[in-house]
Protein backbone atom coordinates (compact mmCIF):
# COMPACT_ATOMS: atom_id res chain seq x y z
CA UNK A 1 0.00 0.00 0.00
CA UNK A 2 1.76 2.85 -1.20
CA UNK A 3 1.06 6.63 -0.22
CA UNK A 4 -1.19 7.10 -3.80
CA UNK A 5 -3.46 4.58 -2.37
CA UNK A 6 -3.86 6.27 1.08
CA UNK A 7 -4.60 9.45 -0.84
CA UNK A 8 -7.40 8.33 -3.25
CA UNK A 9 -8.58 6.44 -0.03
CA UNK A 10 -8.81 9.90 2.56
CA UNK A 11 -10.08 11.41 -0.63
CA UNK A 12 -12.99 9.39 -1.00
CA UNK A 13 -11.72 7.63 -4.24
CA UNK A 14 -15.80 7.40 -5.02
CA UNK A 15 -16.18 4.59 -1.89
CA UNK A 16 -19.15 4.78 0.11
CA UNK A 17 -20.10 2.53 2.92
CA UNK A 18 -23.37 0.32 2.50
CA UNK A 19 -23.48 -1.50 5.13
CA UNK A 20 -23.36 -0.35 9.03
CA UNK A 21 -21.02 -2.59 9.50
CA UNK A 22 -18.77 -1.35 6.97
CA UNK A 23 -19.25 2.04 8.05
CA UNK A 24 -18.50 0.67 12.05
CA UNK A 25 -15.59 -0.67 10.79
CA UNK A 26 -13.97 1.83 9.02
CA UNK A 27 -14.83 4.70 12.09
CA UNK A 28 -13.06 2.03 14.65
CA UNK A 29 -10.04 1.45 12.65
CA UNK A 30 -9.08 5.06 12.30
CA UNK A 31 -10.15 6.19 16.08
CA UNK A 32 -7.57 2.99 17.19
CA UNK A 33 -4.94 4.05 14.31
CA UNK A 34 -5.12 7.66 15.96
CA UNK A 35 -4.93 7.09 19.30
CA UNK A 36 -2.04 4.56 19.13
CA UNK A 37 0.05 6.76 16.95
CA UNK A 38 -0.69 9.77 19.61
CA UNK A 39 -0.32 7.31 22.86
CA UNK A 40 3.00 6.18 21.07
CA UNK A 41 4.43 9.22 20.58
CA UNK A 42 3.49 10.54 24.21
CA UNK A 43 5.21 7.43 25.24
CA UNK A 44 8.08 8.28 23.65
CA UNK A 45 8.01 11.83 24.74
CA UNK A 46 7.11 10.45 28.56
CA UNK A 47 10.29 7.85 27.68
CA UNK A 48 12.98 10.37 26.68
CA UNK A 49 11.61 12.99 29.74
CA UNK A 50 12.19 10.71 32.67
CA UNK A 51 15.95 9.77 31.05
CA UNK A 52 17.31 7.17 33.74
CA UNK A 53 14.39 7.33 36.23
CA UNK A 54 13.36 3.31 37.36
CA UNK A 55 9.94 4.18 36.09
CA UNK A 56 10.70 4.96 32.55
CA UNK A 57 11.03 1.39 31.58
CA UNK A 58 7.27 1.14 32.05
CA UNK A 59 6.34 4.50 30.45
CA UNK A 60 5.62 2.94 26.94
CA UNK A 61 4.11 0.04 27.10
CA UNK A 62 1.86 1.80 29.73
CA UNK A 63 0.59 4.58 27.30
CA UNK A 64 0.24 1.93 24.20
CA UNK A 65 -2.05 -0.28 26.75
CA UNK A 66 -3.70 3.41 27.82
CA UNK A 67 -4.17 3.87 23.35
CA UNK A 68 -5.46 0.56 23.17
CA UNK A 69 -8.02 0.04 25.36
CA UNK A 70 -9.45 3.64 25.31
CA UNK A 71 -10.85 3.20 21.61
CA UNK A 72 -11.61 -0.17 22.33
CA UNK A 73 -14.34 0.36 24.69
CA UNK A 74 -15.24 3.98 24.12
CA UNK A 75 -14.10 4.10 20.29
CA UNK A 76 -16.45 0.66 19.75
CA UNK A 77 -19.77 2.37 21.69
CA UNK A 78 -19.13 6.15 19.93
CA UNK A 79 -18.60 4.88 16.68
CA UNK A 80 -21.98 2.82 16.53
CA UNK A 81 -23.58 5.90 17.59
CA UNK A 82 -21.68 7.57 14.15
CA UNK A 83 -23.29 4.96 12.42
CA UNK A 84 -26.75 4.63 13.95
CA UNK A 85 -26.87 8.33 13.19
CA UNK A 86 -25.95 8.13 8.93
CA UNK A 87 -28.03 4.81 9.01
CA UNK A 88 -30.95 6.69 10.45
CA UNK A 89 -30.23 9.49 8.20
CA UNK A 90 -29.98 7.61 5.42
CA UNK A 91 -26.98 9.68 4.51
CA UNK A 92 -23.57 7.87 3.00
CA UNK A 93 -20.62 7.38 4.47
CA UNK A 94 -17.46 7.64 2.62
CA UNK A 95 -13.62 7.18 3.56
CA UNK A 96 -13.14 10.56 4.46
CA UNK A 97 -15.58 11.10 6.76
CA UNK A 98 -14.79 7.96 8.41
CA UNK A 99 -11.28 8.89 8.84
CA UNK A 100 -12.61 12.54 10.08
CA UNK A 101 -14.87 10.88 12.68
CA UNK A 102 -12.33 8.91 13.64
CA UNK A 103 -9.56 11.07 14.44
CA UNK A 104 -12.42 13.65 15.70
CA UNK A 105 -13.22 10.95 18.49
CA UNK A 106 -9.36 10.71 19.16
CA UNK A 107 -9.06 14.38 19.76
CA UNK A 108 -12.11 14.66 22.07
CA UNK A 109 -10.68 11.50 24.07
CA UNK A 110 -7.54 13.06 24.56
CA UNK A 111 -8.62 16.48 25.67
CA UNK A 112 -11.06 14.92 28.25
CA UNK A 113 -8.35 12.89 29.47
CA UNK A 114 -5.92 16.36 29.81
CA UNK A 115 -8.93 18.11 31.32
CA UNK A 116 -9.30 15.26 33.91
CA UNK A 117 -5.04 16.00 34.96
CA UNK A 118 -5.62 19.64 34.82
CA UNK A 119 -8.38 18.78 37.39
CA UNK A 120 -6.22 17.06 39.62
CA UNK A 121 -3.53 19.18 39.77
Avoid at 7 to 34: K, P, Q
Avoid at 93 to 113: C, E, H, N, P, R
Wanted: with cysteine; charged share 10%.
Amino acid sequence: MGWTDINIRLTGGGETFDTSYDMWREVFVWCLVSSLVIHFVSGLLAWYSLGGHPIAVYALPSFIIAGFFTPLFAGTITSAVIVFVYKSADFPMSSLDAFLWGVGQTIVYTLVAVSRIYVTL
